[in-house]
Structures are given as C-alpha cells and as structure tokens.
C-alpha cells in the first residue's frame, strides 16, 4: 500500500510573483533515503463559465507571457491570499469583462490540481447563467477584448486548437458533467 512520504524541510530558493520555488525534503517510505523536489509555490486559480440569457458563453482573449500569444479563454485569475475561490471568481468576471453575478447565483461545479508533480495549487471552475453587464476595471498587466460564443463554437474552439488552456479545457469539461447531473 502507498505511503505519502514524510516532509522533512521545506526552504524558499526563489521568490517572485506569481509564484515562489520551494525545495523540498523528503523521506522515501520504503528504502528511508532522502530526496529533494523543486515545487511551484502558486496562488490557487478560479475561473467562470458565464452564460447570458441567449445561453452564449462568454469568452475572453488576452495576450499571454508564457506563450507570447493572445489566447482565447474564460475569465480568471488568481485568488488573492486567503480569499475564498467564489469570491475571487466572481472578482474576476467583473475586473475582465465588466459583468456581474450575484453570489447565489455562482455555483463551484468542479476543481483541479495545476500539475501536482511540481505545483501545489488548485483551478475552482464556476459557473454564472444570470450575470449583469458593468465596467471593466483590468489589471495593469491585463488588455481584454470579450466575446459571447454559442456552446457549439466553443467546441469549435476547443477542437480546433483556438482554446488551448488546460485549465479551460477542464472547466468545459466540468460543465459537460454538470449538465449530465442537472
């Protein structure tokens, strides 16, 4: 039977925003040698599938560092330290796209690990079918363009390599589930 192997010391090697490199000391359940891991210290991450009353989805497209591409997906972010995932959801379809949701009407409808082979946060997926529109009020890091797109165009999108985003991809699936459970 698996063991979790023991945490022996953990030291911060680099710090940075959004993340931290963590080393971390193990010992091994079976032969007792110790080993060392480099972890992702991230901030977990909530995202919104928000539906309007025409039942579109609402998209977003923003440039993206790590890919040096715009790349189309759902309104996210990450969640301050100590914020509650429904919370920091529903903050961040109102900062990117202007849209409002009450918080009755935000239901979680699934969550993920990042890669737990080297990241210790978690993805909170949502989902708003009555959201309101507002003002955007973007990060300085953020230029959003929105869209709304039938369900069908956004299968389009996914098979057609238009929304690549792992945690995008997961999040439609968690709505699939959610519609066979509803």
Same mark, same amino acid.
């Given at each position: 039977?698996?063991?979790?192997?023991?945490?022996?010391?953990?030291?911060?090697?680099?710090?940075?925003?959004?993340?931290?490199?963590?080393?971390?000391?193990?010992?091994?359940?079976?032969?007792?040698?110790?080993?060392?891991?480099?972890?992702?210290?991230?901030?977990?991450?909530?995202?919104?599938?928000?539906?309007?009353?025409?039942?579109?989805?609402?998209?977003?497209?923003? &440039?993206?560092?790590?890919?040096?591409?715009?790349?189309?997906?759902?309104?996210?972010?990450?969640?301050?330290?100590?914020?509650?995932?429904?919370?920091?959801?529903?903050?961040?379809?109102?900062?990117?796209?202007?849209?409002?949701?009450?918080?009755?009407?935000?239901?979680?409808?699934?969550?993920?690990?990042?890669?737990?082979?080297?990241?210790?946060?978690?993805?909170?997926?949502?989902?708003?079918?009555?959201?309101?529109?507002?003002?955007?009020?973007?990060?300085?890091?953020?230029?959003?363009?929105?869209?709304?797109?039938?369900?069908?165009?956004?299968?389009?999108?996914?098979?057609?390599?238009?929304?690549?985003?792992?945690?995008?991809?997961?999040? &439609?699936?968690?709505?699939?589930?959610?519609?066979?459970?509803?």
């Amino acid at each position: 039977m698996l063991e979790n192997w023991k945490l022996l010391k953990v030291k911060t090697i680099f710090m940075s925003l959004p993340f931290n490199l963590l080393k971390k000391r193990y010992l091994n359940p079976i032969t007792k040698k110790k080993f060392t891991a480099f972890v992702l210290d991230a901030p977990d991450w909530a995202n919104i599938i928000a539906i309007n009353d025409k039942n579109q989805i609402l998209l977003v497209r923003q &440039f993206r560092f790590g890919t040096d591409e715009i790349n189309l997906e759902i309104p996210g972010g990450c969640l301050d330290k100590g914020e509650d995932p429904k919370k920091g959801a529903q903050r961040e379809l109102r900062e990117e796209t202007g849209f409002n949701v009450d918080f009755e009407n935000l239901k979680q409808i699934g969550v993920v690990d990042a890669n737990p082979a080297i990241q210790n946060n978690k993805c909170y997926t949502f989902l708003a079918e009555k959201i309101s529109s507002g003002e955007q009020d973007l990060d300085p890091d953020e230029i959003i363009e929105f869209e709304f797109a039938s369900q069908e165009q956004v299968r389009k999108y996914i098979r057609n390599g238009q929304i690549t985003n792992t945690y995008i991809i997961a999040a &439609f699936h968690w709505l699939a589930l959610h519609k066979e459970l509803s």
